[in-house]
């Protein structure tokens, strides 16, 4: 059974910078994409960013482009999501989900994913 745990969230101020982490457990994570989600009240959940098995590509949602870093750490089973010069915009909760490669398709298409966490709020004030 595939577990995946997110960490990190917060509340901080507009400009301030948070790192989220995500571990999977229960399966063989170096092998997974690993994408990172958000969903914001009355808001369809959304792509943030993704990065390939070597970790060797990564892409990004132009509202976060410059401003977001995902990395991962295969020996560690875990990806990261670095925040930095958080806007109110970027208030969701944010998601870490795998794609064990069973289908073909775009790094940022959620239908791809089929490991969920549960979420870790961020919430960002003015």
């Known amino acids: 059974q595939v577990q995946v745990v997110e960490s990190g969230g917060g509340s901080v101020q507009v400009g301030a910078s948070l790192r989220l982490s995500c571990v999977v457990s229960g399966g063989t994570f170096s092998r997974y994409v690993m994408g990172w989600f958000r969903q914001a009240p009355g808001r369809e959940r959304e792509f943030v960013a993704a990065?390939?098995?070597?970790?060797?590509?990564?892409i990004y949602a132009d509202s976060v482009e410059g401003r977001f870093v995902i990395s991962r750490e295969n020996a560690e089973n875990a990806v990261y999501l670095q925040l930095d010069s958080l806007n109110t915009e970027d208030t969701a909760v944010y998601y870490c989900a795998a794609d064990p490669g069973r289908s073909y398709g775009s790094m940022s298409d959620a239908n791809l994913y089929e490991y969920w966490g549960q979420g870790t709020q961020v919430t960002v004030s003015s």
């Open positions: 990065i390939s098995w070597s970790g060797g590509r990564t």
